[in-house]
């Protein structure tokens, strides 16, 4: 290895020099599973999209997303040799769920309207539900100490990303509009950031909470929430601050003893009630004319200004798109990863606003709901709302089957972490990406492995 590092160095060449190293991570993807996926989890907060610095058009992460396809490549291999996950894996319910989704999302390739747009859409979800998923929670099982180790290998760097999104943000001011560019190239934008770091506190506070740890190790899960409090007030990122305040009202109603069928049933009601009445809250909504602004009292109250504020105006757009898009096509869609291709056609001059393009260059439906629909038509949105079911009883039965108050509690930030992101899908959607994906994917297989757990618990023998 030296002699090849020094021929690199001699020869001008200086990728020669990265070589000893992807030599000692392809050998660790074969000999010690549980560190490649350390160090592809460590990465991820710091992976760089390199066609942002126009090196190449190809959007992949790096270099996070090539890891992660020969990882996906590697577990077909085994798979194929015999090497098959654990079967109570394989059949637990949310496993189904999402396996379901994943096989209708292949399908739907086979009449979109960009077959290697949604073939590279299908291969990705594949890449990241494989590792984020499937390999975590067989880590998972195979020890417990694997379970704050996760959480670790994504606070640490995410935590460097947030000191340097602050240094940077604090030589502008701490304004607003520098607030949604600051934490690139990590980060795409202000959205995204908060997004991941509004599903990083639950768990972290869960686990400054644990009563067997060092008061160290208290203290540094302590400080690590307060930084990614810190750091969500100043993304400016009003979905975040939104999908944790539902968390966290969510979190009492738990307390109380809520169910999750009750839940479930005022939803519907509240539901039917908004479509009954929309027109009388669209009307109210339009009175308000606060925009985003740097005062963040004012910042909030911009969040239900749909007569003025751009963002909110343009979601309104391409959530208009994708209806439209879901009743030209309303069983199998347009293909997975094409809503940005086609829904130019679809906008109305009523709707469209000053940040409105017709260039695919910025963003997709908004919407982790109305983008499976106009992409994957009503059985794409039905996999994501059967996802988000699934995910709640979950979390609900975790609460009564835990004896373990340590890992109830850990159960308990996992799923409010993971709540966050589906309310925040409500106006944004990233599981497309790494940053989003290690964390939702990384969180349910948690929860599943935690469930598992349980039944095997309840299934040994108790001695008398």
Sequence with gaps: MTAIALAGWWLDVPHVLALPLVLAVVWMAFARMDGYLSVVLFLVPLSVNLSEFGLTSIGWYMPTEPMLFALLLLFVARWLSG????????????????????????????????????????????????????????????????????????????????LYTMIRHAGYGFEKAAGHWVMKPFFKDHTSY???????????????????????????????????????????TRAAWVSLAVAGALWVLMALGARFKTLLATGLVGLMVVGLSWDALVIQLERNKQDSSDDLAQHVESISNVSSDASNLERL???????????????????????????????????????????????????????PLAEQGVLGLAGVLALLLATCHLGFKLQRTLHDPEKKRLAMGLFLGLITYFVHGVLNNYLDTDKASAPFWGFLALLVVLDLGAKGDQERPQLT
């Design 194 to 236: 908060g997004a991941v770091l509004a599903m990083m506190i639950p768990p972290s506070l869960a686990m400054a909470w644990r009563s067997q740890q060092s008061s160290l190790s208290r203290v540094l899960w302590a400080m690590g929430v307060g930084w990614l409090v810190l750091g969500t007030v100043f993304s400016f």
């Design 317 to 371: 757009n391409r959530w208009s798109c994708a209806w439209a898009m879901f009743q030209e096509r309303p069983l199998w869609g347009w293909g997975p990863g094409t809503y940005q291709f086609e829904y130019a056609p679809f906008q109305t001059s009523d709707l469209r606003t000053v940040i409105s393009t017709n260039n695919a260059d910025l963003g997709n439906a908004h919407s982790e709901y109305l983008g």
């Design 83 to 162: 090497e098959a996950p654990d079967r109570d894996l394989l059949q637990h319910p949310v496993t189904w769920v999402i396996g379901l989704g994943f096989l209708w999302m292949g399908l739907t390739i086979l009449p979109s309207s960009h077959p290697i747009v949604s073939l590279k859409a299908w291969v990705a979800r594949g890449w990241f539900v494989v590792s984020f998923y499937v390999l975590l929670a067989t880590w998972f099982r195979d020890s417990d100490r694997s379970h704050a180790r996760f959480l670790g290998l994504l606070l640490v760097p995410l935590s460097v990303v947030i």
